[in-house]
């Protein structure tokens, strides 16, 4: 069975930085696409960077701020978060998507406020 694992959340003031971890346990193959989705409360959940074949892409609001990257020896995907800003309040959840199917994390919180 697999499982995705994320840690790293938590409270920020804004301006702060954090990173996000999300491991993935079980088997999983061919991994096609790895990514972080958020959704704030009252929202609808929304992709905020992936990684397919390589190519990473991002949510315009924070391009240049959040990094994506991963470890495919650790079946683990990383959102390195820049610059962070109150509108950046969420809880975030990874996402794989395999030839086994579409997993997705438990979620964790991330809160950006003085």
């Known amino acids: 069975q697999v499982q995705l694992v994320e840690s790293g959340g938590g409270l920020v003031q804004p301006g702060g930085s954090l990173r996000l971890s999300c491991a993935a346990s079980?088997?999983?193959?061919?991994?096609?696409?790895m990514g972080w989705y958020r959704q704030a409360p009252g929202k609808l959940r929304e992709v905020v960077a992936q990684i397919r074949d390589g190519v990473t892409s991002y949510k315009d609001s924070v391009k240049g701020r959040f990094t994506i990257s991963r470890d495919n020896a650790k079946n683990t995907v990383y959102l390195q978060m820049n610059s962070l800003k109150p509108e950046d309040t969420a809880v975030y959840y990874c996402?794989?998507?395999?030839?086994?199917?579409?997993?997705w994390g438990q979620g964790t919180q991330v809160t950006v406020s003085s």
């Open positions: 079980g088997s999983i193959f061919s991994i096609n696409v």
């Open positions: 996402l794989i998507l395999s030839n086994t199917g579409t997993y």
